[in-house]
């Protein structure tokens, strides 16, 4: 592996890397306001005040469910969509690759037939 090629795959990953820690920041900013909104009211003074803070919280863990549901169908359709585009680019690489081992073929066939003596031919087919 040369240089420059090391030099980016180094990139990529301080880049996966960076992006692994903000999700466990984020795992742990959402872990810690459930912590929150439990312990807010420890000690409810009397059984209402015991049911309607247990109320409160069961409507936040539920909120906080659903909010996380929806983030994890979005984070995986923001995934796929990544993937697709890193495929593409990877097809245009490829593509663009074989088109420049053609035109140096074709470069070569042609410098080869420009030192041939006339009664010689070069086989210059291309693949």
Known sequence: MDFQE??????????HEA?????????????QQREKVKQSNPNPSNT???????????????FQDEEMQAFV???DKLIRAHEEKMVGMRERHWQE????????????????????????KVNTGNT
């Open 6 to 15: 090391q030099f980016f795959k180094e990139r990529i990953k301080f880049i």
């Open 19 to 31: 992006r692994d820690e903000k999700e466990e920041s984020f795992e742990k900013l959402q872990q």
């Open 48 to 62: 209402e005040e015991y049911r309607r803070r247990a109320d409160e919280i069961a409507k936040f863990i539920k």
């Open 73 to 75: 169908a979005e984070r």
């Open 97 to 120: 690759e074989v088109e420049l081992e053609k035109e140096f073929d074709a470069e070569l066939s042609h410098l080869m037939e420009k030192y041939t003596p006339d009664g010689s």
